[in-house]
Structures are given as structure tokens and as C-alpha cells.
């Protein structure tokens, strides 16, 4: 069992100073909403109880409560951002419940002319509502080409289109610039990260890799199957995951499964059939080959895909790229 430890979560504008004591982790949060994702590995039940027995939150200074874990309730959870006037509701809402730090001034100037300001109700009338339509629309497919072909780094090995997801510092700043494209980028595929994610060491961490074209170059298609080739030693200490996502919603692909498998693979699955070298080639698209349902992820319609292939705790041999995946190869 791995020790646990104490966090002091401060607000923005809160001081922090007040909260350091010896065995407490304080940490400052830039905004007044925060969320708390909860990732659990260790697939035996009984760590799964001791971690939800013992985990506690409450008020500084005061006595912490164990925490209500709701269960036998599979909610699907979108963290698709909304679309059209949507985006810009949710945008002043935010605007309306956060502080504005010194980098986000700029911003503010450009967004006050959309009628989008700190105590403003936001009500665009008929002209603004179809600017802002119109912009939503473009910003987002700027965005879905800027997450495809991201500009700002290189594939992670030569002569594939896989790139780590990963190429920004955890603040998305640096000492001479905020990191727009980077940022834009993982937020609008995904959620948050972590410092293991981002700044994986041997034998620690996580890395996500991702790619979404094939060989060719092509973009990978739903109409269409592909399979990719792992090789048989995959440099990590725990396991390794191969997992379909929407390029609409960015969402675990949703093909009319219910299990797990349906939008994932990884080692430890049992019924993953391998060649006789230990190597395996996972399947995607549209028509299961014979004889490989076990490796095989399926795609509906015209929904465009991508997938993450992440190692958990990776070895070197992933870090001096002795390892590499090669593209995904089209075969129908």
C-alpha cells in the first residue's frame, strides 16, 4: 500500500502562509473551481475499498469527513465543450466567477466587445448572436486542424505521425511566453494533467501517445480498418493501453458497445491474442478481420478517430526511443 499524504488546497487570492506546517502538501490555485480526478491502477477490489475508506476531505483547520462515493451508477461524463452561443454562455459565466490574472488581461480586452465582461450580463442581441455564431464555428475548426496538425512540435519518432501529447510545460508558461497553441491544443481534446503526465522519469509516470493518420498520411477514417504493430517488449513497469476516442465529441469512442474493451485494450487483459514473439497487432475500423475480435476496436459512421496508446511507468528504452511504434497500416 502506498503511504498516503495531506493537501492544502488554497484559493487565489487566499494566503498561503497560514496553512505551512510540517507533513502538509500546500498548494496556491489560480481559480476558485477546482476538480479532483481520482485514478485508480491497482485492480484488486480490497485497494479499491482501502482508498475510498480512507480518503477524507474537508475545511482547513477542521475535521475531515470520509468521502461519499456513489456507486452502481455508470453516468457517461462528456467533457465535450460546448458549441455556438453555448461557448460564449459559458465563457462569461466563468469570466463572472474567476479572478482575471495579469495573463489573462489581454484576453479580457478582446472578448469585451462580444459583449463578454466582469459583472456583465451577457446578452448579445440578433447581429451579435449570428458574429458569434459564425465565430464559434470557425474557432472551433481552426482548433480541430490545429489539434491534428500541431505546428509547434515534431512527431516523437522520425518518420511516423505519432506525437507525444504532452509538449508544454504543466502551466502552459514559460518565462517568455504562455504556451496558446499547446494549451488550446490538450484542452480542447482532453481534460487536465498531472506533473507524472507531463514530466514522466523512468519507471514513473505516464505517457500518452497519439496519433491520427496512418502511413500514408491519411487521416484515419471510420469507413475504414487499420492495424497497428507493438512490439513485443513494451518498456514499461506496469502496463500499456490502447484507447479509441471520437474526433467529434474527443469522448471514449462510442461504437454501440458496453464494456470497456469495446473502447480499450491494454496487457492486462487476458483474452488479447499475440503472435509467437510476444508482439501484437491491434485492429481499428470498420470490420472486425477473422480471427482477431480479441484486438480489434470498432468504428461506426463517419465519426473520425484517434486513439491514446499511454505507458504506464515507462522504462528508458521508451525514453531513448530504442522503442517505437510504427504508423497504423490501412488493410481494407
Not at 6 to 17: A, E, H, K, M
Not at 156 to 163: I, K, L, N
Request: glycine share 8%.
Amino acid at each position: 500500500m502506498v503511504a498516503g499524504a495531506t493537501y492544502i488546497v488554497v484559493g487565489p487570492n487566499d494566503d498561503p502562509s497560514g496553512c505551512q506546517k510540517p507533513g502538509l502538501h500546500v498548494f496556491q490555485c489560480a481559480t476558485n473551481n477546482i476538480f479532483i480526478g481520482l485514478r485508480i491502477l491497482d485492480q484488486n477490489p480490497a485497494f479499491y475499498e482501502q482508498i475510498t475508506k480512507d480518503f477524507r476531505m474537508g475545511r482547513f483547520a477542521s475535521t475531515m469527513q470520509p468521502i461519499r462515493f456513489i456507486r452502481g451508477r455508470d453516468i457517461e461524463w462528456s467533457a465535450t465543450a460546448p458549441r455556438g452561443l453555448d461557448y460564449w454562455r459559458k465563457l462569461s459565466e466563468v469570466i463572472q466567477e474567476e479572478p482575471v490574472r495579469e495573463v489573462d488581461k489581454a484576453w479580457m480586452a478582446l472578448v469585451e466587445p462580444l459583449g463578454i465582461a466582469k459583472g456583465k450580463t451577457f446578452a448579445p442581441d440578433d447581429r451579435q448572436q449570428a458574429i458569434l455564431l459564425k465565430g464559434a464555428t470557425m474557432g472551433e475548426l481552426m482548433m480541430r486542424n490545429l489539434q491534428v496538425n500541431p505546428r509547434y512540435t515534431e512527431p516523437y519518432w522520425s518518420g511516423t505521425s505519432w506525437y507525444k501529447s504532452f509538449d508544454f510545460q504543466i502551466e502552459q508558461e514559460t518565462a517568455d511566453a504562455v504556451q496558446i497553441d499547446q494549451r488550446a491544443t490538450w484542452f480542447y481534446e482532453a481534460v487536465g494533467t498531472t506533473k507524472g503526465m507531463v514530466n514522466p522519469q523512468p519507471g514513473e509516470g505516464q505517457v500518452y501517445m497519439t496519433t491520427k493518420r496512418d502511413g500514408n498520411g491519411d487521416m484515419l477514417r471510420a469507413d475504414a480498418t487499420y492495424k497497428v504493430h507493438v512490439p513485443s517488449r513494451v518498456p514499461v513497469k506496469l502496463f500499456w493501453s490502447l484507447t479509441l476516442y471520437s474526433e467529434n465529441t474527443r469522448r471514449p469512442y462510442d461504437n454501440g458497445g458496453t464494456k470497456t474493451s469495446d473502447a480499450s485494450l491494454d496487457s492486462r487483459m487476458k483474452q488479447l491474442k499475440y503472435a509467437d514473439d510476444g508482439s501484437i497487432d491491434p485492429y481499428v475500423g470498420s470490420k472486425v478481420p477473422a480471427a482477431y475480435e480479441p484486438n480489434y476496436l470498432k468504428t461506426v459512421s463517419d465519426d473520425g478517430w484517434f486513439v491514446y496508446f499511454r505507458l504506464y511507468a515507462p522504462e528508458l528504452a521508451f525514453f531513448d526511443k530504442t522503442f517505437k511504434l510504427p504508423d497504423f497500416e490501412k488493410i481494407e
